[in-house]
């Protein structure tokens, strides 16, 4: 049983392209979150998603960042015109039931130039 | 929301016993994980306390006082592997999402 997937694993990119984070969610798990973590700083919720269905997006930026979760394929963090600001590890979680333990990914780590 | 607050950095000799504590603002919790997570790496599940008391697991224990927003994480005969970082996350009620602390980084000596 594999475990949550998340590539790339590391991203590089320049100040105003957009980057694309992918997650895919242990098998049998409907929930996914997504997390940012930034150096010396704890884990940031960002966004709690359902297939088909943002749940909660309070810790999203208002502008340029953005996620799905598909009824196919694997959940996607969108941030478009990347700033240096942006570089982080980005943690994809997934649970089986709401309120139960997260399974973490490896995460994507984001270096914008 | 919560604030979950634990200290910066510990440090321990291999062999002890080392307690991590973690304090959080009561209103809106719905139970307490521990994860401990290595450099570089993902964060993985520890504990989970939803009820007053003690769950012991292995070397490691954890402890919650609901009344008191206080819960700590038991290590036991330490080993130079559990040097990493200890989160402490409050389960927030209603979308059931975590509220992460900074952690706290051990480092276990010889």
């Known amino acids: 049983n594999a475990g949550v997937m998340q590539n790339p694993r590391h991203l590089v990119r320049r100040r105003g392209q957009e980057a694309r984070l992918r997650c895919s969610p242990m098998k049998g798990h409907s929930h996914v979150y997504w997390y940012r973590q930034l150096p010396e700083e704890g884990l940031k919720f960002m966004v709690y998603?359902?297939?088909?269905?943002?749940?909660?997006e309070s810790g999203m930026p208002k502008e340029r960042f953005s996620a799905e979760f598909p009824k196919e394929g694997p959940s996607i963090l969108r941030i478009q015109q990347v700033v240096r600001g942006d570089s982080a590890a980005y943690f994809c979680?997934?649970?089986?039931?709401?309120?139960?333990?997260?399974?973490f990914g490896p995460g994507t780590r984001l270096t914008v130039l | 929301g919560q604030n979950i607050d634990q200290p910066t950095e510990m440090t321990a000799t291999e062999g002890a016993i080392v307690q991590i504590n973690c304090t959080y603002q009561t209103s809106g919790f719905n139970g307490l994980f521990w994860y401990q997570q290595h450099a570089g790496e993902a964060p993985t599940f520890l504990s989970y306390n939803v009820l007053d008391g003690l769950e012991e697991k292995g070397r490691f224990s954890s402890f919650l006082s609901r009344s008191k927003g206080y819960s700590y994480l038991l290590l036991k005969e330490l080993q130079m592997k559990d040097s990493a970082s200890y989160l402490c996350?409050?389960?927030?009620?209603?979308?059931?999402?975590?509220?992460f602390g900074k952690g706290t980084m051990l480092l276990v000596s010889p």
């Open positions: 998603l359902q297939k088909e269905n943002i749940i909660d």
């Open positions: 979680a997934s649970s089986p039931l709401a309120g139960n333990e997260q399974f």
């Open positions: 996350a409050g389960l927030n009620s209603g979308y059931s999402t975590l509220t």
